[in-house]
């Protein structure tokens, strides 16, 4: 990956606004938190339904339903509905701006409900759309959970309504922790029934268990919303000029998540194509390479987004303001993601054992393919995470359309490599093709670097040069590289610990030296991160 060009004027972190960093490590705080029981949950999926027949069909229905939650949930309501709905407030309309949030719920809650009952009596027909290689027992299964699943999936949306306000209220721990209510019901439901159900069985169980925790998730939060919008008003009011608005900057937003997640799903297309198991594996290794994405791209997008949205003045001031916000998040993300891609290509094989070799559904050899495809998710983890906050400051900016088109522009690649390089280029080179998930993954990363720099471009014709520094980018990467060798060299050196303790020794000490690495160069991040671990 190549460094990229500096901006005029980087901002450091110790440059950001107290309020924005106190909300990006809340964020980061209910994320983590999440994560880490997210982790929890899927390796009692892989101890409990390993990567067979029973595996796939439940990996890849829970993702068919979400197509609901990611059009019309946290990232694109919150893209649309935040910066009007903090405007109104900023201008003191308070009546106004509880009209808007009541509106908005109303419009949400009758299109969810319609489309979930579209997609249960619709499920036989949605899924060769999705899975078109699931045959017999696969496809079977997978019609029953998703029919399960897609009930979830509608308060999934409701939920993500709440952290839309709670958001814009700047309350952002309560509503990145409340999915934990929804990893632990599946947790629980799997520790206490897996032992003595059939995987086709338990599979079924765990499903329903996602529905309950999503119902759980919407209602511990509910109270909360009610307490800050004292003048809430539930009406299917969308001739409001606010509302408006809202349903216009939606909907290039929710086609743009739409286009997302139709790359993702032609990746789970294509990889249902692969041998069994793929599917599954595929999606453990996301489990793990989603969580610099969302620890970091995340945490840093929302955070900032309702501040860049208050941002007010000219155009040369707004300007100065969003680009200084932009590169000092920026260089916050680059610091910590810089690592994780290098920790998962020399030890994602101790990421994946440690987190998914347990019992006798899941086999050494499933941990090193899924190590082939966090390798391959590291292409394009950077470019994918900074992304996300450049699509955070178009939407500030009332900009919805600009990460449409670049979205359909990253389909397209993913759609056209991903084919190439899945399912052609192991039949090619006469490799086995269990493979094809790493080059799947690669050709996703590959289009998420294009998808990056047109964003990046569009943005500094609009508000001036944005980007990490050259020097930056070298020292970040050397200090990757000397972790990853101290890294390689522990694994050599304790080749028989125990999975999880071997994991815990290889990566601490990864953490440890990169950690040093940057402090004795004088990266101002790892200053900034040893006083708050100090603190």
């Known amino acids: 990956m190549s460094a990229l060009p500096a901006a005029d004027e980087p901002t450091p972190m110790e440059s950001k606004p107290r309020r924005s960093r106190a909300g990006a490590f809340f964020v980061s705080l209910g994320i983590f938190i999440n994560k880490i029981f997210g982790v929890v949950r899927q390796s009692f999926v892989a101890r409990y339904l390993g990567a067979g027949a029973a595996a796939d069909a439940f990996n890849a229905a829970i993702r068919i339903p979400n197509l609901l939650q990611n059009l019309f949930g946290e990232g694109a309501?919150?893209?649309?509905?935040?910066p009007v709905y903090v405007g109104l407030r900023t201008r003191g309309d308070e009546e106004e701006a509880g009209r808007l949030a009541g509106a908005v719920f109303a419009v949400l809650a009758l299109v969810v409900s319609i489309l979930v009952l579209l997609g249960v009596v619709f499920t036989p027909q949605i899924l060769p759309l999705i899975v078109g290689g699931f045959k017999g027992e696969r496809r079977e299964l997978a019609i029953t959970y998703v029919r399960i699943l897609f009930p979830g999936a509608g308060l999934f949306v409701l939920g993500a309504w709440?952290?839309?306000?709670?958001?814009?209220?700047?309350?952002?721990l309560l509503s990145y922790l409340a999915p934990v209510l929804w990893n632990v019901t599946m947790i629980v439901a799997l520790v206490w029934y897996g032992p003595r159900e059939s995987l086709s069985s338990l599979a079924r169980i765990t499903a329903w268990a996602s529905v309950v925790g999503a119902a759980a998730q919407f209602l511990v939060q509910l109270p909360f919303v009610l307490a800050l919008v004292k003048r809430l008003h539930v009406s299917?009011?969308?001739?409001?000029?606010?509302?408006?608005?809202?349903l216009k900057n939606f909907a290039p937003v929710g086609v743009s998540r739409g286009i997302v997640q139709v790359s993702s799903y032609i990746d789970q297309l294509i990889s249902s194509f692969l041998p069994e198991g793929m599917v599954s594996l595929i999606f453990y290794a996301t489990t793990i390479s989603y969580v610099p994405v969302s620890l970091f791209g995340m945490s840093i997008s929302a955070a900032e987004l309702p501040e860049m949205a208050s941002v007010t003045g000219e155009h040369a001031e707004r300007s100065r303001q969003l680009r200084e916000r932009l590169n000092a998040g920026l260089r916050q993300i680059a610091f910590f993601v810089v690592p994780s891609a290098a920790a998962m290509l020399v030890a994602g094989d101790l990421m994946a054992a440690a987190l998914f070799q347990h019992g006798n559904h899941f086999s050494r050899q499933d941990t090193i393919y899924t190590w082939s495809i966090l390798a391959g998710s590291a292409v394009g983890l950077l470019a994918s995470t900074m992304g996300r906050l450049y699509s955070s400051t178009y939407y500030a900016l009332h900009d919805t359309r600009t990460p449409l088109r670049f979205a359909i522009v990253r389909v397209i690649l993913t759609t056209a490599f991903g084919f190439a390089m899945a399912l052609g280029l192991p039949k090619l080179l006469g490799i086995d093709p269990h493979w094809g998930g790493a080059g799947l993954t690669v050709s996703f990363g590959i289009a998420g670097w294009v998808e990056f720099t047109l964003l990046r471009r569009g943005m500094n014709q609009r508000i001036g040069d944005t980007g990490l520094p050259g020097s930056l980018v070298a020292k970040l990467w050397s200090c990757a590289a000397l972790a990853a060798a101290a890294a390689l060299g522990l694994k050599l050196a304790f080749p028989t610990l125990p999975r999880i303790l071997a994991a815990v020794v290889v990566l601490g000490g990864f953490g440890l030296v990169y950690l040093a690495a940057a402090m004795l160069i004088k990266v101002p991040e790892a200053r900034v991160l040893v006083r708050r671990l100090r603190r």
């Open 77 to 82: 309501l919150s893209a649309a509905f935040i």
């Open 236 to 246: 299917l009011d969308w001739n409001r000029p606010s509302v408006r608005t809202v």
């Open 162 to 172: 709440c952290l839309g306000v709670l958001n814009s209220h700047r309350k952002f």
